[in-house]
């Protein structure tokens, strides 16, 4: 696509509850980019992938978030038994590889989550 | 952990006038690049300065490395009420390591 594409845009849920985040990264990135922002804050990374594989998981808060990549393409941030603590803008991008530093990693408009 | 540190955490400004924002970093790297995020938005790639370059002009930008004091800073010259915005410092440390960003400096420019 044009660009990164996340879905939903904005989700809200009860704590306790599994959440799926969706993205969509830029046709032909190879690297794709996890990052989380809570309210006023920098962002903090949580996984990326090269392909379908996840070389760093070492941002993942804990065994609660799991993600993975599929056919080199859509990437899935799934949270299970949401905390209030998860709520925060779940922000992914992409690059052209990883391998090679210097890409311009590109973001989507990112995934507002509010666990109430 | 944060590797860029933002400072201020916030400006405000009048439009014409010049803003500066700097970075700190504790590692070596690769490069820097500096980002901006409009409220509730995504983020936006502004310029992407490498390790053994010093400055580095993009239009009204203007980045400067110094890695000897492991710092950059960011300068907009004759801000306009649009720059006003949340920009970042990310920096691409040596190795397979992510993009490491910073809290981000706040920028407020009145009209």
């Known amino acids: 696509g044009a660009g990164v594409s996340q879905s939903p845009s904005n989700k809200v849920t009860e704590k306790g509850k599994d959440v799926e985040l969706r993205c969509d990264p830029i046709s032909g990135h190879t690297a794709l980019y996890w990052y989380r922002q809570s309210l006023g804050q920098g962002l903090e990374f949580l996984i990326y992938?090269?392909?379908?594989?996840?070389?760093?998981k070492s941002g993942l808060p804990s065994d609660r978030f799991s993600a993975e990549r599929t056919g080199g393409s859509v990437s899935t941030l799934t949270i299970q038994r949401t905390q209030q603590e998860d709520s925060a803008v779940y922000l992914c991008?992409?690059?052209?590889?990883?391998?090679?530093?210097?890409?311009?990693?590109?973001f989507g408009e990112g995934s507002w989550l509010t666990v109430v | 952990s944060q590797q860029g540190e933002e400072d201020p955490q916030a400006l405000s400004i009048q439009e014409g006038e010049n803003a500066t924002m700097n970075c700190s970093y504790k590692?070596?790297?690769?490069?820097l690049q500096w980002y901006r995020q409009n409220s509730g938005r995504g983020l936006v790639h502004l310029i992407l300065?490498?390790?053994?370059?010093r400055e580095k002009h993009s239009g009204r930008l203007r980045v400067t490395l110094d890695t000897s004091k492991k710092s950059s800073s960011l300068l907009i010259t004759a801000s306009r009420a649009a720059d006003t915005a949340s920009y970042f410092c990310a920096t691409d440390a040596r190795g397979n390591t992510p993009l490491v960003f910073g809290k981000g400096t706040r920028l407020s420019v009145i009209a």
């Open positions: 992938f090269q392909g379908n594989s996840a070389p760093d």
């Open positions: 991008a992409s690059s052209l590889e990883r391998r090679t530093s210097g890409n311009t990693i590109y």
């Open positions: 300065i490498r390790s053994n370059e």
């Open positions: 590692t070596s790297i690769n490069n």
